[in-house]
């Protein structure tokens, strides 16, 4: 699904980095628009008011989106973990500098992922090795 399927759907025109056309809730002529916005999330409105809600809702019926709202889809367990990986390892790197370790970030994240891989590929030799 992309905004220009759903523009196609709805008969909108492009003008520019945008859609126009008819509101799928209350009609008119241009009074709507979508584009897309940051991080490829969809950015709908009509100058007619109509809320965010009623238009999904509406392209929905229309079968023109999932019926999963885009907004309500977060990141991934996976991404999460990463994230929150990736946090430790600045509050780990940040602790370190300020004890005056010297290594840059790069230096330091290319040895978390080396340890961390060793970790998972030996198990046992880790926990003699490192422990
Ligand atoms: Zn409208």
Do not use: W
């Amino acid at each position: 699904m992309s905004i220009a399927y759903i523009a196609q759907g709805l008969g909108l025109k492009k003008m520019g980095g945008e859609y126009k056309g008819p509101c799928p809730c209350c009609g008119g002529n241009d009074r709507f628009h979508i584009k897309e916005g940051r991080n490829a999330t969809m950015m709908v409105h009509c100058r007619y008011l109509c809320s965010y809600a009623s238009i999904m809702r509406q392209l929905e019926d229309l079968g023109l989106v999932d019926k999963e709202p885009y907004e309500h889809i977060g990141p991934t367990a996976d991404q999460v973990a990463t994230m929150q990986g990736d946090k430790m390892v600045m509050a780990i790197y940040n602790a370190d500098k300020q004890a005056g370790n010297k290594q840059s970030l790069a230096d330091y994240r290319r040895h978390k992922l080396a340890v961390e891989r060793h970790k998972a590929m030996a198990p046992q030799e880790y926990q003699t090795n490192y422990n």
